[in-house]
Nanobody
């Protein structure tokens, strides 16, 4: 069955960096666009970034553009989110999800990122 497993979250100081990873299994990873989505405490889901199946195209939400970078390695079934210049408002649970056409059809369980001094 389809599985997505995120890792790499943790506690980081403002201005610091983290790299999140997401491992995909149970499907042909290289055929799907992938997304990162986050949910801050007490708030709704916020789309963060996407990457198309062959890494030809990426897009970012306005709040992270210029600070975050999405990438993937289809040979290893991995998608990554490099997060730099982190701010307190980046504190959230970060999810990777598989693009199902109009929405994400499979989601990981998330990884917590906390930005605090």
């Amino acid at each position: 069955q389809v599985q997505l497993v995120e890792s790499g979250g943790g506690l980081v100081q403002p201005g610091g960096s983290l790299r999140l990873s997401c491992a995909g299994n149970g499907f042909t990873f290289g055929h799907y666009e992938m997304h990162w989505v986050r949910q801050a405490p007490g708030k709704g889901l916020e789309w963060v970034a996407l990457i198309n199946s062959r890494s030809e195209f990426t897009s970012y939400g306005g709040s992270v553009k210029g600070r975050f970078s999405i990438s993937r390695n289809n040979g290893d079934n991995m998608v990554y989110l490099q997060m730099n210049s982190l701010k307190a408002e980046d504190t959230a649970v970060y999810f990777c999800c598989r693009d199902g056409g109009f929405y994400c059809d499979y989601w990981g369980s998330g990884t917590q990122v906390t930005v605090a001094s």
